[in-house]
């Protein structure tokens, strides 16, 4: 499965520097638009899995489908086919592929790939989280003063006001404040060291599935500030994540 994932996060990461970055509809909120490259590269992961695993389900971002009680789900792929689509609407060369499978509620594969740098960062459960086949792990850093924070940035007014405020918190206690745009690929640059933490109110479960895992594999926390100690990816009201002490120190500031 592992293989498989790589695979078809590789073809997604061509397909999207490949396709037209024309606008093909809105959804709610500002700013948030469909791309052609969105639906190209979902339309290729949805036909691969279902090639490979014609019994699983998926629950991918522009698919209409919902699933309900997704937690039952004994085989299940949940997918953002280009995360940062702002971002590569205007050329902008941070967005990524994000595929993550679940068992049960539980993420037992989780990838995101990076097709500008070629880096694909991969987690299996219980066998450590890799960017192209290196080893990696949080940041060991417990001062909020020696880090980058990376903010989200939500569509909906609700999540921005959850959101933005927390920028001039972590802004006084002495962090480095950062958005690049692609809220999968920041969460393994968490995981991988570059970030020192991340935070933002309103994700769906396609933005952050994988990372899960591959933070949970590289040493790190994700937590929702709001049900500490009940985190569930298809359930949360906002996400922070970074090294323990940190998410600890972070949560302080609820
Ligand atoms: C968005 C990006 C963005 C994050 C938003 C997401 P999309 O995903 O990850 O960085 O702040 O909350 O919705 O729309 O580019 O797939
Ligand atoms: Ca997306």
């Known amino acids: 499965m592992r293989i498989f994932v790589e695979r078809i996060l590789r073809g997604a990461g061509k397909l999207i520097l490949n396709s037209s970055k024309n606008i093909v509809s809105k959804k709610d909120g500002v700013g948030n638009f469909v791309l052609q490259a969105d639906l190209i590269s979902e339309k290729y992961i949805l036909e691969s899995i279902k090639k490979r695993y014609p019994s699983h389900k998926v629950f991918s971002e522009e698919n209409t489908d919902r699933i309900d009680n997704p937690e039952n789900e004994k085989g299940l792929w949940i ?3 280009l995360d940062g ?21 539980i993420v037992r594969v989780g990838g995101v790939y990076d097709p500008n740098r070629d880096e694909l960062f991969l987690a299996k459960k219980g066998e450590g989280a890799y960017c192209n086949g290196i080893k990696i792990s949080v940041k060991n850093e417990t001062e909020l003063e020696d880090l980058i924070v990376n903010i989200g940035s939500p569509y909906s007014t609700e999540n921005f006001r959850l959101t933005y405020p927390m920028e001039k918190v972590f802004y006084e206690k002495g962090a ?16 991988s060291g570059r970030l020192g933490a991340y ?12 990372v899960q895992l591959i933070v949970s594999e590289a040493g790190g926390r994700m937590v929702d500030p709001y049900n500490v100690g009940n985190f569930s990816v298809f359930n949360q009201k906002a996400v922070v994540i970074g090294n323990e002490k940190i998410v600890n120190k972070i949560l302080k500031f609820w």
């Open 79 to 81: 997918v953002d086919p």
């Open 85 to 105: 689509t702002t971002n590569a609407k205007n050329n902008i060369p941070f967005f990524s592929v994000s595929i993550a499978y679940v068992e049960n509620g």
């Open 176 to 191: 480095r404040m950062v958005n690049f745009g692609s809220a999968a690929l920041e969460g393994v640059w968490v995981a």
């Open 199 to 210: 935070f933002e109110a309103g994700l769906k479960p396609w933005d952050i599935a994988a």
